[in-house]
């Protein structure tokens, strides 16, 4: 049974469709703020799911883990413009910044998914790039047309075994990255885009002068 709407509720859906420009489509991140400040505490970030939020009455609370001290600066940034939008109070005390062991710059991981064609490949690049924020040293979107880039984009045993996922249809999404946003990518990749599959090459050393 659905639960009534409390005034509380109705309050901070009135606020949430007031700060949403009317007439354009607002991005993930705006509708997933928009959906919190309707009362929807569940539904994970579009980028940083390990956060969880809180709200009772007009305080809202933003606890869990960030990969970097800009991303908790921004969250927090748009968590404050929405102070009178349905919300009166912010506590951000329990919102902390990963401490990270990998180092970046040593190796390199390639991951790779495939799609039904050509152009939910080049749909789950772009979104990936742009909700990942990661700049990856290569991608390459890879089917029957240009099979041959296997061979150089891939280590032999997985260039054979993805030739012939291409032979049968598919058309593969292959990112180069640095191994320490490796998870961050492939996480996408698996619950954002619909890739029928994504496997990871083992990681490599990152050769010098690279």
Do not use: C
């Amino acid at each position: 049974m659905r639960r009534p709407i409390t005034r509380a509720q109705q309050r901070r859906r009135s606020s949430a469709r007031v700060a949403t420009s009317p007439g354009k489509s607002p991005s993930p991140v705006d509708a997933w703020w928009a959906s919190v400040l309707a009362g929807d505490v569940y539904e994970p970030h579009p980028i940083h799911r390990e956060v969880k939020v809180q709200l009772h009455g007009g305080s809202l609370r933003l606890s869990g883990e960030l990969e970097t001290a800009e991303d908790r600066d921004v969250l927090v940034h748009q968590a404050r413009q929405r102070i009178g939008h349905g919300i009166d109070h912010l506590d951000v005390s329990s919102l902390r910044v990963a401490s990270r062991q990998e180092k970046p710059g040593i190796l390199e991981q390639t991951l790779i998914s495939a799609f039904p064609g050509r152009v939910a490949a080049e749909y789950a690049r772009d979104f990936v790039l742009e909700h990942s924020r990661v700049v990856p040293k290569r991608n390459d979107v890879v089917d029957a047309g240009n099979a041959d880039k296997l061979r150089v984009l891939l280590p032999e045993d997985f260039a054979r075994q993805t030739r012939k996922e291409i032979d049968s249809g598919h058309t593969l999404l292959i990112l180069k990255v640095d191994e320490t946003e490796a998870f961050k990518v492939r996480e996408l990749l698996d619950e954002d885009t619909r890739s029928e599959w994504t496997v990871a090459v083992p990681p490599q050393l990152i050769e010098a002068g690279r």
